[in-house]
C-alpha cells in the first residue's frame, strides 16, 4: 500500500519574519545576551483533526526551542522520572506558544517534536543495543533520525478505507464498521492526555490490579456507536467487543492517524540477518554516550 511520506521536517533555526519574534536572553547585571535558537518541525497531523478553538488547529508546524542544560536537569531528574511527567516538563519548555498544552497534542505530532528536539541537542545519529531477531546476539546499532518520514494519513488505499467502511466526518473523528456488532463507531486520535490514562492502567497492573490496557485504549477512542454517546451504551460495547472487531479499529487507527515512521533496516554484523525494524526509542535516546 502506498504512503505518503516526507523526510521528516526540520525547519530554519532562523524564525521566518512572519514568526514571533526571536527570544533574547539576557544575564542580570551583565552585558551578555543571545538569540535563543529555534525551529520549526513539520506536524504530522498538518493540524487538520485539532479543534477549531486549539492553537494549532489548521497548522502545518510547531516552533520549538532548542534543548538547553536547563531541559537537560528536566531528562535527569529522578523525582519527574519517577512520576513519568519528565517528557511533558520537556515539552512544555521547548514550544514557543505558551498557549500550547503539551498534554492536548496528537500522539504523532508530540514524537515529531520529540525527534527533533533530540535531533537538535544530541545530533541525528542515534545509537543503541539491538538483539538481532534471527541469532539473538546483542550488539549497539546506529539508526540516523533524519530518515524519519513523516506520515500525514492523506494516502489511504481506497480498497481498504472501503473494506473497513471508514468515513472521515471532517470535524476530526471518522467512522468504522464494526462487522460482527453490527454497528459504526465514531472515532477520534489520541493525545497526550490518552497517553497518561495507558500508563496509569499500567500501573494499576503493576500494583495487582487486573489490567485493562485494550478496554482503555478503546475508551479514548471511541466516542459514539451508532451515533449515542451516551456513556453506559459506550461502556457495554467496549465491554463486549468481540475481538474481530476490535482488531479493525486498531487497523483503522494506524492507517488514520499521522506520525513518524522510524523504521528502518538492521543488518546484525554477526550472522547478516536485515530486516525493516521500528527504531526502538529506549533510554540512550535522550542520553547517548558522548
Known sequence: MSRNKDR????????????????VMQQDNTDFSFVVPTEFVELPSQGKFYDEDHPLHNEESIEI?????????????RTLLKKGIAIERLLKNIIVN??????????????????????????????TQITCPACTTSQDYSFDLNEANVYTGD???????????????????????????????????????????????????RNGLTERAVTTQLSNLIVAVNGSTVDTTLKAVIANMPS???????????????????????????????????VPLTAD????DQ
Request: glycine letters at 8%; aromatic letters at 6%.
Open 65 to 77: 526551542r532548542h534543548m538547553t542544560a536547563k531541559e537537560e536537569d528536566l531528562l535527569t531528574s
Open 8 to 23: 521528516l521536517g526540520m525547519g530554519d533555526t532562523t524564525p521566518e519574519s512572519s514568526g514571533p519574534p526571536p527570544q
Open 155 to 205: 494516502d489511504i488505499d481506497a480498497q481498504e478505507q472501503s473494506d473497513l467502511g471508514l468515513v472521515f466526518n471532517g470535524d476530526g473523528t471518522y467512522d468504522v464498521t464494526l462487522r460482527s456488532l453490527e454497528a459504526t463507531v465514531t472515532l477520534r486520535l489520541l493525545t497526550g492526555y490518552d497517553e497518561k490514562k495507558l500508563v496509569g492502567s499500567n500501573k494499576k497492573a
Open 98 to 127: 505558551r498557549n500550547i498544552d503539551p498534554d492536548s497534542l496528537l500522539v504523532g505530532d508530540r514524537n515529531a517534536i520529540i525527534i527533533a528536539v533530540r535531533t537538535s541537542g544530541y545530533g541525528n545519529i542515534y545509537t
Open 244 to 278: 474481530r472487531d476490535s482488531r479493525r479499529i486498531r487497523q483503522a487507527y494506524k492507517l488514520v492517524a499521522p506520525n513518524i515512521d522510524l523504521t528502518q533496516m538492521f543488518v546484525c554484523e554477526e550472522c547478516g540477518h536485515d530486516q525493516d525494524m521500528e
Open 285 to 288: 535516546f535522550f542520553w547517548p
